[in-house]
């Protein structure tokens, strides 16, 4: 660490010591209490984890309401089907956010292409300077690989209307291709219209298989217009699993499980350090308790999110 790294966190852990100060002694003022701590703990302690130590914890929201199990919207239409009606396949947000009009949907698969969140988001999970990722589909080497998802039936009087909103949604690299579609349970198949960011458009980021790590910080610490990055993982984990029982993604459910283990980290590191700021508060020095902020500043600044 440099010279100027050090001087500079030296610098900020005294001024957040001097804060410290000023807000106990505040409190201290406004209590009742006989020891001169104030009477409500567990509001200073809030107060002083959201002051000094959130911003080790940016990416962390125990608010987020990311277990939804929810396919979303449904639009369904009153128009009776033709043969001149259009199918839609859906094998990310599409599953559980269909934002148009159809008249049916089955659930099914597509062979020879594997889900993969290999595409940047810029305008959904991301920003242009913050890049969060969705999945895309990869031609596979096994022509027998499967990629579960929902397939839509588009009433041929909306097909246009429907084509231009997937087109603006899928702005981002997304281009149409023709598959065919298998439902699940049944083997009935037909022509279905999918959208594939392929990898050689302006968001591919591409990914090592046997390293997810990068990709799920990156989906941890992102999120865009539609909301957090995670969220975007976790639903589309969890319409898998109530969709297509005992069928395994392991790209998704692996991804899933980086993501969720490194919010159990973060939750973990939190209540530590709430409890150690109970611990300070137990002082009645105020001397006292501003050293121990100081150990306590010194052990953060280690933190790297």
Known sequence: MSKEINNGIAQSICDNLTKVRDI????????????????DTESLVEELYSEFFQKFFIHYDDNIFCNRRSC???????IPPTDEDLWIFG???LVWKADFSFIDKKQGYIEGYQRRFFQHSIDHRGTPDRPGRVVTLVPSNNQQ?????????IAKQEKNEVLAHLDFREKNGYQRKTLKFIEFGTGYTNDIIIYIATND????????????????DQIYTTAGPSGPNREYLYYLANAMRDLFPGVVDDHLF???EIVK??????EMLIGMIKSK???????????????KFHELFLSCSTINN
Not at 73 to 78: D, I
Not at 145 to 153: P, S, T
Not at 201 to 216: K, R, T, V, Y
């Open 24 to 39: 106990i002694l505040q409190n201290n003022c406004n209590s009742n209490s006989p020891n001169g701590l104030p009477t």
């Open 72 to 78: 979303g919207t449904v639009y369904p239409s009153s």
């Open 91 to 93: 094998y990310g947000s």
């Open 145 to 153: 690989d499967r990629v579960y998802g929902v397939a839509y039936r």
């Open 201 to 216: 458009n302006d968001s591919f980021a591409g990914g090592n298989e046997d390293d997810l790590q990068p990709i799920a």
């Open 254 to 256: 692996k991804l899933e």
């Open 261 to 266: 283990e490194r919010e159990r980290k973060d």
């Open 277 to 291: 700021i109970r611990t300070i508060l137990m002082h009645d020095n105020i001397d006292v308790i501003v050293e």
